[in-house]
């Protein structure tokens, strides 16, 4: 029994999705689209997302900074003045700069927490009143499999994947009897701008592309937490329940960290 309602048909339903002028947000906005969505994007920078509401009639730009107070609720504002409703909000932006405790940065430390998590709990105070008088919709999180537990060189970003992976919990059961349905998507490595900067290998390796197709076969599903690729996801879940101290010791010899 899916916990959502499966997710198949998007012909003119209308979808947000924040963080989609790159990665993975930008190729399941092309996913969507395709298959008949009206997809409006949003994120910083405005070309990539003129461009592609060129080349899909049908979808929007909205331009906005998810850190920045007020403007996803203008943002959301603009959106129901078009379409009027929304069927499936999905909140992908994200920042990653690696941070270690020999090194502490509190600027990057806070700087994750705005964009990571209180943008996407902005995006809920956006959407959400209009999602609880339409008693329908979808509300989907992006958080990393870097949220099932702590990893070495993750001290500004895994705590907020955690912090989403919790949220996107509790709002499932919240919402669940408003006829909300929640999805927490936990993406493995990700070939896009956040992570041409690393340096170390990066283990089953996906296009966006792939990526994608795994969220919209999630979605498909009725999955509450879309995870991929399996060949990776599942080693972590399964190293995730290991005792403590084999935990610490096999993830410092796995990484050298
Ligand atoms: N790549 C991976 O391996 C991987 C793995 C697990 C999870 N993820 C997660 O997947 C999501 C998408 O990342 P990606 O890998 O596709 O990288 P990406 O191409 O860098 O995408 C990040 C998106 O977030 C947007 N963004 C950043 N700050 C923003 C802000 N203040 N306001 C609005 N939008 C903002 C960026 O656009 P602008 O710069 O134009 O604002 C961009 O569209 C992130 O949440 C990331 O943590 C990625």
Known sequence: MPINRPLRDWTGQVVWIVGASSGIGLATAEALARRGAKVVVS????APLEAFAAAHPGAMALPLDAAAPGALKAGMAQLLARHGRLDLALYCAGHYLPVRA???DLDEVIRHQDINVTGAMRM???VLPTLLAQRSGHISLVASVAGYRGLPQALAYG???AALINMAEVLQMDLKPSGIDVSVINPGFVETPLTAQNTHPMPALITPEVAAAEILKG???GEFEVHFPKRFSRVLKLLGLLGDGLYFSLVRRATGL
């Open 43 to 46: 994120a910083r920078k405005a």
């Open 102 to 104: 020999t090194a502490y």
């Open 124 to 126: 809920l105070d956006a």
């Open 159 to 161: 705590p907020t994947k």
């Open 219 to 221: 979605w498909a599903r």
